[in-house]
C-alpha cells in the first residue's frame, strides 16, 4: 500500500532562513507525489507535483522539492523563508499505475517562521 | 474561476440530527473527492465520484454516512444520525480529468460540530 510519512509535525524557522520539509513515501510503483499548503481555515493548495518528467521541481512561491528514489524521499525546500509562508504542509502520493487521482496525504508538517 | 464551493462553512447541531455538506466543483471538472479533516487522523479521503459515478467509497466510515452526486456541478455529503465524533473538518475536492498526476483543487471546507 502507498503511504506517506512527514517528519517533524512541526518546523520552526527564522525569517529568511532555509525551509526544509521532510517527506518520504512507500510505493511500489513509480509514484506521482504532490506538496499542498493549507493556510488557516482555508482548503488546500497544490504546491507542487513530481510526474517523472525532471526530478527537480518548481514550484509557486520560491518552494521547489527534489525527487530522490533512492532515498524514496520527496524533500521541500525554500531557500529564504517569508512570514507568508507560515502554514501547514502536506505532502501526498498516488501511485501512477492507479490512474485514479485518488492522494493518499502525510500526517502534515505546520511550519512557523519567527521574525 | 470560482473554485470548489463548498456550503455551510459551519454547521452546528446536536447528536442524532441530519446533517447534509454540500459542494459545487469547479466547471468542467470530472472527478470529485470528499476529504475529511482532523487532528487525530489527518486527512481521510472518505469517497470519491468519476463523471457523478461513485468509484471508491471505502473510506466512509460507517452506513450513517452517504454522498451523491446527481449532477455534475453538484454533490452532497449527508450524516445521519450525527455523533459527536463526526465532528471535523470536510473538505471537497476536485479534479479536471480522471488520472493519478492529475491535481486536486480543494473547497475552504465546512466545519461540523456534533454536540
Known amino acids: 500500500a502507498q503511504s506517506v510519512t512527514q517528519l517533524g509535525s512541526h518546523v520552526s524557522v527564522s525569517e529568511g532562513a532555509l525551509v526544509l520539509l521532510r517527506c518520504n513515501y512507500s510505493?511500489?510503483?513509480?509514484?506521482?507525489l504532490f506538496w499542498y499548503v493549507q493556510y488557516p481555515n482555508q482548503g488546500l493548495q497544490l504546491l507542487l507535483k513530481y510526474t517523472s518528467a525532471a526530478t527537480l521541481v518548481k514550484g509557486i512561491n520560491g518552494f521547489e522539492a527534489e525527487f530522490k528514489k533512492s532515498e524514496t524521499s520527496f524533500h521541500l525546500t525554500k531557500p529564504s523563508a517569508h512570514m507568508s509562508d507560515a502554514a501547514e504542509y502536506f505532502c501526498a502520493v498516488s501511485p501512477s499505475s492507479s490512474n485514479t487521482g485518488k492522494l493518499i496525504f502525510g500526517q502534515g508538517t505546520t511550519l512557523q517562521v519567527k521574525p | 474561476d470560482a473554485g470548489v464551493i463548498q456550503s455551510p462553512r459551519h454547521e452546528v447541531t446536536e447528536m442524532g440530527q441530519e446533517v447534509t455538506l454540500r459542494c459545487k466543483p469547479i466547471?468542467?471538472?470530472?472527478?470529485l473527492f470528499w476529504y475529511r479533516q482532523t487532528m487525530m487522523r489527518g486527512l481521510e479521503l472518505l469517497i470519491y465520484?468519476?463523471?457523478?459515478?461513485?468509484?471508491?467509497d471505502s473510506g466512509m466510515p460507517e452506513d450513517r454516512f452517504s454522498a451523491k452526486m446527481p449532477n455534475a456541478s453538484f454533490s452532497t455529503l449527508k450524516i445521519q444520525p450525527s455523533e459527536p465524533r463526526d465532528s471535523a473538518v470536510y473538505f471537497c475536492a476536485s479534479s479536471p480529468r480522471t488520472g493519478s498526476n492529475s491535481p486536486l483543487h480543494f473547497g475552504n471546507g465546512t466545519r461540523l460540530t456534533v454536540t
Open positions: 466547471s468542467g471538472h470530472n472527478s
Open positions: 510505493s511500489s510503483v513509480p509514484p506521482y
Open positions: 465520484f468519476n463523471n457523478n459515478v461513485p468509484i471508491d
